[in-house]
């Protein structure tokens, strides 16, 4: 990919195309294409591994995203993140800062990546800023729970650093754990709020880790796959004084209903609802988060 006076040309891959990542076809609802901003070559096969976690870290949380990422990126592995504010920057610059490789996924289109400004300029200019979305899409709040899918098809593993308990972090671990990558959580402290969400995964069965080293043995040593979330919903539960349900929506009413006595795929609930599969995956997430329904193997939902 070359560039016209500095600035990074953007290209579209199809299905078929050299530079299409061929893991995308497992993921519900595959994009149709991919724009890509920087590095084309980042996209093609490598060792990558996902760091998500929340945009209001502690310094606890900064420090661990910029030492697994520094880590993992002296290794050779390409960092994988969102470009969110928090983890996810600290992750993409700490990568950078070593001289390795990392990757973002947009909910916007690359030419208008959001946040703006120096950091994602250079994640632009010596990274890969990636999206489904075509040139001159803004962004649009539905777009980022999705784009978590293809965050976690493009890794080996998904890593999250601090989340609270309605976390987009969460769905980004359940799209890896149903699509075969392995989950990883470093603990926090137990008595935070941004340690809720970790504390949900790893009941949930993800792998704790503590350093580097650990995450490069169990994806890229001899560690095995987290299968899918149980089916029965185990895990934490919200205390009447935590985190209470989001407002439900008419979309999201309609979904609910879709999935009375049912157990249904988005596609599913997007042509018995009529609202379109974009509008569907929304509402499904944001469900999901609030604990209204559970995703189960296969890409199955159905009513908590």
Known sequence: MGDRGGEPEIECVRAGDRLWPEELQAVASPPRALWLRGRADLIAPAPRVAIV??????????????????????????????LARGVDAAAHAAALDAGGATLAVLGCGVDRPWPSGPATERVARDGLLVSEHPPGTPPRRHHFPLRNRILAALADAVLVIEA?????????????????????????????????GVTRLLREGATPVESPAMVLEDVFGHGAPLGAPPPDGSGPSPSPRGPQPSPVSTDQRAVLGALEGETLTAEEVAERTGLGLGVTLAALTTLELDGAIRRGPGGLHGRA
């Not at 502690?58 to 969102?82: D, K, M, N, W």
């Open 53 to 82: 976690g929340s945009r209001s870290p502690t310094p606890y949380g900064l420090a661990q995203a910029a030492r697994f990422s520094r880590e993992l990126a002296e290794a050779g592995v390409c960092i994988v993140s969102g």
């Open 164 to 196: 609270a308990h309605r976390s987009g972090s969460l769905i980004t671990a359940r799209w890896a754990a149903d699509q075969g990558q392995h989950v990883l959580a470093v603990p926090g402290r137990v008595d935070h709020p941004m340690a809720r």
